[in-house]
């Protein structure tokens, strides 16, 4: 079966860091571009950022929202993609998704981790 | 940025009838490479969204064939020829052929 699992969130003091996971099975992880997308509680969905496929050298994109504090990473040996978050504002908390991209489709979507920010 | 503008925000409807939702967008989602990157997904209420148009009009696997995505430019449309209950929660238009990837609103969707 072909599924993303998020993992790592929690809660975190404002100014503080966390990192992400989304692990790939299923499929070969290294050919896809991989994204994730966050929701404010109650809100709609925010664009985070974007890891290229290896043939594309795992080049990275993030929204400008987070630019300069938050970094995506692969691990081949563990199919999975980090997101570094640091320097964490009270508006970064949010359920947090990663999504496969086939060619141009968000085609398979994680579950979610929640990252709340909060004194 | 291109920003995505959705219509209308709530819609009820009595099961079995038709439902549209529009979205427009700040410009021209036509890309160099003659595609037009504009999505639908749903997600249902306590789930991820689910792809069920993509390139406009393409259905994505799995996806019943009472929605129907149309458009061009700016302009697009996510139709439901007749809705049943599981249709339920929040659809959401996106653009993806120019970063940063953008979406709608988001338009909930509920049962008479």
């Known amino acids: 079966e072909v599924q993303l699992v998020e993992s790592g969130g929690g809660l975190v003091q404002p100014g503080g860091s966390l990192r992400l996971s989304c692990e790939g099975s299923?499929?070969?992880?290294?050919?896809?571009?991989i994204d994730w997308v966050r929701q404010a509680p109650g809100k709609g969905l925010e664009w985070v950022g974007r890891?290229?496929?290896?043939?594309?050298?795992?080049?990275?994109e993030y929204a400008a929202s987070v630019k300069g504090r938050f970094t995506l990473s692969r691990d081949e040996s563990k199919n999975s993609l980090y997101l570094q978050m640091n320097s964490l504002k009270t508006e970064d908390a949010a359920v947090y998704y990663c999504?496969?991209?086939?060619?141009?489709?968000?085609?398979?979507w994680g579950k979610g981790t929640t990252v709340t920010v909060s004194s | 940025e291109i920003v995505m503008t959705q219509t209308p925000l709530p819609l009820s409807v009595t099961p079995g009838q038709p439902a549209s939702i529009s979205c427009k967008s700040s410009?021209?989602?036509?890309?160099?490479?003659?595609?037009?990157?504009l999505f639908w997904f749903l997600q249902k209420p306590g789930q991820s969204p689910q792809l069920l148009i993509y390139?406009?009009?393409n259905r994505f696997s799995g996806v019943p064939d009472r929605f129907s995505g149309s458009g061009s430019g700016t302009d697009f449309t996510l139709e439901i020829s007749r809705v049943e209950a599981e249709d339920v929660g929040v659809y959401y238009c996106?653009?993806?052929?120019?970063?940063?990837?953008?979406f709608g609103q988001g338009t909930r969707l509920e049962i008479k």
């Open positions: 890891s290229r496929n290896k043939a594309e050298s795992y080049t990275t």
């Open positions: 410009q021209s989602l036509l890309q160099s490479d003659g595609k037009t990157y």
């Open positions: 999504a496969r991209l086939d060619y141009s489709k968000m085609d398979v």
């Open positions: 299923g499929f070969t992880f290294s050919v896809h571009y």
């Open positions: 996106m653009q993806s052929g120019q970063l940063p990837i953008t």
């Open positions: 390139e406009v009009s």
